[in-house]
């Protein structure tokens, strides 16, 4: 039996990212979240009442465009000052990929052959 270390530890949750083929966007590189990137995120979705903003509704899509999608090294592609700019996309275009991201990050992704 082992028992928790501090570098089995970060050796285990290492950042992760997934290439897939994507129809339409080609291969497409997607990135799990940092600890720090997530408590951000769900801190700035509530306000002083714990109810949550509407803003952080709206921008739901978006923030996963942001928070995952990256290069081929983990690199974001997009970042909080990009949000206005895919916000004004066509979302039925964007339908696809989102859906693909979310059934990656939240693994129920069908035929998870990784990308050669």
Known sequence: MTSLTKQSLFDACKLDVTSRQVDG????HIRTMTELQR???IANMFNDKGDMKPEARIRQRVNIIIDHLSDEKGKPLFNEGDAKDLLSLDAAKL?????KITEIIEGTE????QAE
Do not use: A, F, I
């Open 110 to 113: 069908e035929g998870k052959e």
């Open 25 to 28: 966007w080609g291969m497409v």
């Open 95 to 99: 339908d696809d990929l989102v859906n």
């Open 39 to 41: 408590s951000t995120r």
